[in-house]
């Protein structure tokens, strides 16, 4: 039962930090911030988190766990439903997760672009942490099914530069984008489908 409540109390630490981290970003947010909209006492904070990085890393693992849970456990399933009839409802549906989770996208790519080295950025560890889950899987179907032997650093290239990165920067710029050409967004969404599949999905 302690633990249920333990992990109750985590999750509403996260839910509030993710909604202060968007408004005031990384550095205008503080352990204090949280504590006081939270409603707990910092030491309840420091008992579950070691300090303000671990927070914005567990939240950043977090929505991209969620993300990866939606498109499904591998490349295949992956694959496999984006090549049906229903791809953009599939992309849609992972679009409109990530884009309510718009704000604390924004704060992961911010911290990734700073010079500041502080011994990891948080947008390639998440990153790494969710593609490595499928890499060796991926590599042997790869053998399997079309005898390509391919390095597990150039398929994390391939995974990260034209199948994680482009999802997220649609969801944060499709209204903008559509607000700026005056395109519909179901139709964007439908377009983004399109190139994501010639782009990135391999092809039979």
Known sequence: MARTGGNITR????????????????????IQNISSAAGVNKALIYYHFKNKQDIIDSLFSQTLEEMFCLVGSSQEQLDQSLHKAGAAERIN??????????????????????????????????????????????????????????????????????GFLPIVFFSLFKEKWAAYFNCEQEKLVELFSKVFKESHIRQD
């Open 11 to 30: 999750k509403k630490i996260l839910a509030v930090a993710e909604k202060i981290f968007s408004e005031k970003g990384f550095d205008g947010t503080s």
């Open 93 to 162: 549906d992972i679009v409109s997760f990530l884009s309510k989770r718009k704000g604390i996208l924004s704060v992961m790519l911010m911290e990734s672009l700073k010079n500041e080295q502080s011994g990891h950025i948080s947008l390639f560890k998440c990153a790494e942490m969710i593609i490595s889950k499928n890499v060796d899987d991926m590599l042997v179907a790869l053998k399997e099914k079309c005898n390509t032997d391919i390095s597990r650093e150039e398929l994390m290239v391939h995974e990260f530069f034209t």
